[in-house]
Nanobody, 115 residues
Framework: QVQLVESGGGLVQAGGSLRLSCAAS????????MGWYRQAPGKQRDLVAI???????VYLDSVKGRFTISRDNAKNTVYLQMNSLKPEDTAVYYC?????????WGQGTQVTVSS
């Protein structure tokens, strides 16, 4: 059983930065495909960024150049560095791990960007 705990959300002004962390336990973290997703009120949950076990990354077009996903396998943690934040980035951000063909989700962390 994989468990994920996110942290690092909060309230920030437009143009500011936040770094989200997602600590994983259970399984073998090195083998997880890790991703960050977000869901704004009344909208579907969207992929923001993913990082493979080998370190390859994919980003949502609207966050390219502003957000960076990374992982520290020694700490079983994935990060999302968010710079130049915009009000439209406001959402609950969720961490997801894919392992052994199963998806595991964290509880989410709120990010609010004020204009």
């Amino acid at each position: 059983q994989v468990q994920l705990v996110e942290s690092g959300g909060g309230l920030v002004q437009a143009g500011g930065s936040l770094r989200l962390s997602c600590a994983a336990s259970g399984g073998t973290f090195n083998n997880y495909l890790m991703g960050w997703y977000r869901q704004a009120p009344g909208k579907q949950r969207d992929l923001v960024a993913i990082i493979t076990s080998g370190g390859s990354t994919v980003y949502l077009d609207s966050v390219k150049g502003r957000f960076t996903i990374s992982r520290d396998n020694a700490k079983n943690t994935v990060y999302l560095q968010m710079n130049s934040l915009k009000p439209e980035d406001t959402a609950v951000y969720y961490c997801k791990a894919r392992y052994m063909s199963k998806d595991y989700w964290g509880q989410g962390t709120q990010v609010t960007v004020s204009s």
